[in-house]
């Protein structure tokens, strides 16, 4: 045992002094801060102000049409708004929760309550929620239509509220801005000179002039004459296919205009189909696996049920790690002949036990500063408030799933483990080595391909099945672990799993013991199975 522990302390050194393995490490964090960063600044830096030409032969639906372009802008800017407020009174929030002592418990019974007034809400409109304006429309009463006086108002007010230390609030730029016509251009032009003159500038070729400056023009929108009588298509030009935000908001004005005309021709107050809109038929879950009294299914049941897919996904990344350095480090000290050296003063078993074992430690020291940066992020991000998302997977993850994914967790790896270490051993380059990795990565894929599937039907026909193919069993069992599987196929799947891991070994063994010292090309498949017939272990 000793020789197995100093050969695995060896495995573990050699790999965590590598450049390889500082990158891994450093690399995670960095794109875990992009990932959350550059969205965020995408959104509000990223994309500059869309300038847009807006010719309507309809003057009511050229108003509509303005006034959506308006409230984009403004959802924007309150947007904005938000998050400065939020980041301002965040030290506020903190001390309240700490004074009230809500636990992560507490925390999903209030949100589930939340959840529940929010199904049974009324139609009721928020005139200051820019996203329910722009969904509902010409549907908003008339005196909810913020003027610009208005509208600074409130954003004055609002501001005025926050402590007198806050930093200045930045008002981002306008999403969308509305240009002029090319000079020598007139509303009364005709659609195709319309184009014909934009063209170019919609094209990129040209900068259009505006405002003294000369920009790039986003969109041009033509709104034919009667269109909210005769209901005729408008007409739109952007070569940006993706951003359909302006379409969808002008196209959405339009439409609610001509639904609202219609509702008064034949007396049907738009109030009440608002109304009627909202209501809706509400379910309570049960789920008759729990006790007596305890039926229901609430919030805290829907995380549990989809919690082990995060699970399924750090073996899964674990396996793949474990593959590369297993991989690397047996096939460049068998062409290094340092393996020789090795077997000089251990048996081959003792070998493969230490390297797997070695490189095991350094999967796991990975994944814990992985997770630990992970924390000192949210930390960051969040302040010591982000502690309640420990407490909130504390409060979700029990003990029974814990002990189950742990379990899957060290099997699962071992299993993979002792494979690739003896492919490894029959392999002299990275080249040969690829060809034996491409099946394996295939068989890898089945349960990555099925981690959403499993969930909506833990204990049917192909999760059962899949559970008895020892190469997914971990993967399929941990991820049905939530959903309380039959005790029998928990126990029975274990133990395969053992007795498939000590096989794996022992073939792995056998391999390992004449391909470590192997030179020239890999073996062919009858050599291999000559190999496994031989006494030895």
């Known amino acids: 045992m000793s020789r197995i522990f100093r050969v695995a302390m060896r495995e573990y050194l050699e790999n965590v002094k590598t450049k390889g393995f500082w990158i891994g490490i450093l690399l995670f964090p960095v794109m875990i801060w992009v990932m959350m960063e550059v969205p965020q600044f995408l959104e509000e830096k990223g994309i500059p102000t869309r300038h847009v030409v807006i010719v309507s032969k309809d003057a009511e639906a050229g108003k509509l049409a303005r006034q959506r372009l308006t409230l984009l802008n403004r959802q924007k800017i309150l947007f904005s708004l938000q998050q400065h407020i939020a980041e301002a009174t965040e030290p506020m929030r903190q001390e309240m929760l700490e004074e009230q002592e809500i636990d992560a418990a507490e925390l999903l019974d209030r949100l589930e309550v939340g959840l529940e007034q929010m199904n049974q809400?009324?139609?009721?409109?928020?005139?200051?929620?820019?996203?329910?304006?722009?969904?509902?429309?010409?549907?908003?009463?008339?005196?909810?239509?913020?003027?610009?006086?208005?509208?600074?108002?409130?954003?004055?007010?609002?501001?005025?509220?926050?402590?007198?230390?806050?930093?200045?609030?930045?008002?981002?730029?306008?999403?969308?801005?509305?240009?002029?016509?090319?000079?020598?251009?007139?509303?009364?032009?005709?659609?195709?000179?319309?184009?014909?003159?934009?063209?170019?500038?919609?094209?990129?070729?040209?900068?259009?002039?505006?405002?003294?400056?000369?920009?790039?023009?986003?969109?041009?929108?033509?709104?034919?004459?009667?269109?909210?009588?005769?209901?005729?298509?408008?007409?739109?030009?952007?070569?940006?296919?993706?951003?359909?935000?302006?379409?969808?908001?002008?196209?959405?004005?339009?439409?609610?205009?001509?639904?609202?005309?219609?509702?008064?021709?034949?007396?049907?107050?738009?109030?009440?189909?608002?109304?009627?809109?909202?209501?809706?038929?509400?379910?309570?879950?049960?789920?008759?696996?729990?006790?007596?009294?305890?039926?229901?299914?609430?919030?805290?049941?829907?995380?549990?049920?989809?919690?082990?897919?995060?699970?399924?996904?750090?073996?899964?990344?674990?396996?793949?790690?474990?593959?590369?350095?297993?991989?690397?480090?047996?096939?460049?000290?068998?062409?290094?002949?340092?393996?020789?050296?090795?077997?000089?003063?251990?048996?081959?078993?003792?070998?493969?036990?230490?390297?797997?074992?070695?490189?095991?430690?350094?999967?796991?020291?990975?994944?814990?500063?992985?997770?630990?940066?992970?924390?000192?992020?949210?930390?960051?991000?969040?302040?010591?408030?982000?502690?309640?998302?420990?407490?909130?997977?504390?409060?979700?993850?029990?003990?029974?799933?814990?002990?189950?994914?742990?379990?899957?967790?060290?099997?699962?790896?071992?299993?993979?483990?002792?494979?690739?270490?003896?492919?490894?051993?029959?392999?002299?380059t990275i080249k040969e080595a690829q060809n034996f990795m491409g099946p394996m990565m295939l068989i890898l894929m089945v349960p990555l391909g099925t981690m959403m599937f499993i969930p909506n039907d833990p204990n049917g026909t192909i999760a059962t099945v899949m559970s008895w193919v020892p190469p997914w069993t971990p993967f399929i069992m941990m991820n049905r672990m939530a959903a309380n599987p039959p005790m029998t196929e928990i126990v029975a799947t274990a133990i395969m799993l053992v007795i498939s891991v000590l096989v794996v070994f022992w073939l792995s063994a056998k391999i390992f013991r004449i391909g470590v010292l192997r030179t020239g090309q890999p073996p062919k498949l009858m050599e291999l199975l000559g190999w496994l017939k031989s006494s030895r272990p």
């Open 121 to 428: 809400g009324s139609a009721e409109i928020n005139p200051f929620n820019p996203k329910q304006l722009i969904d509902i429309g010409d549907l908003v009463p008339e005196e909810y239509l913020l003027n610009d006086g208005q509208w600074l108002a409130m954003r004055n007010l609002m501001l005025s509220q926050l402590p007198k230390d806050t930093a200045e609030f930045v008002e981002p730029d306008a999403r969308f801005m509305e240009v002029s016509l090319l000079p020598g251009l007139t509303d009364q032009a005709t659609d195709e000179e319309i184009e014909e003159a934009l063209r170019p500038y919609l094209r990129a070729e040209k900068l259009y002039p505006a405002n003294g400056r000369n920009v790039d023009l986003f969109a041009l929108v033509l709104i034919p004459e009667n269109v909210l009588i005769e209901k005729k298509p408008i007409r739109f030009w952007s070569s940006n296919l993706a951003d359909t935000d302006l379409l969808d908001a002008i196209t959405g004005a339009l439409t609610d205009k001509v639904r609202q005309m219609e509702y008064d021709d034949r007396g049907i107050s738009p109030s009440d189909v608002a109304e009627i809109s909202q209501l809706s038929v509400r379910s309570n879950n049960f789920n008759p696996n729990k006790q007596v009294g305890e039926e229901k299914v609430g919030i805290r049941d829907k995380i549990r049920q989809y919690a082990p897919i995060g699970f399924v996904y750090l073996l899964w990344i674990a396996i793949f790690t474990v593959a590369q350095m297993l991989l690397n480090n047996t096939i460049e000290e068998k062409s290094n002949r340092i393996i020789e050296v090795l077997l000089s003063s251990v048996t081959t078993n003792e070998l493969l036990l230490g390297k797997v074992f070695g490189v095991a430690a350094v999967g796991v020291t990975m994944q814990l500063a992985w997770i630990g940066s992970l924390i000192g992020i949210m930390r960051l991000k969040a302040g010591p408030g982000a502690e309640w998302v420990f407490d909130l997977m504390a409060a979700v993850v029990s003990p029974e799933l814990l002990i189950g994914f742990v379990f899957y967790f060290i099997t699962g790896y071992l299993f993979y483990a002792f494979l690739f270490a003896g492919i490894g051993s029959i392999c002299n």
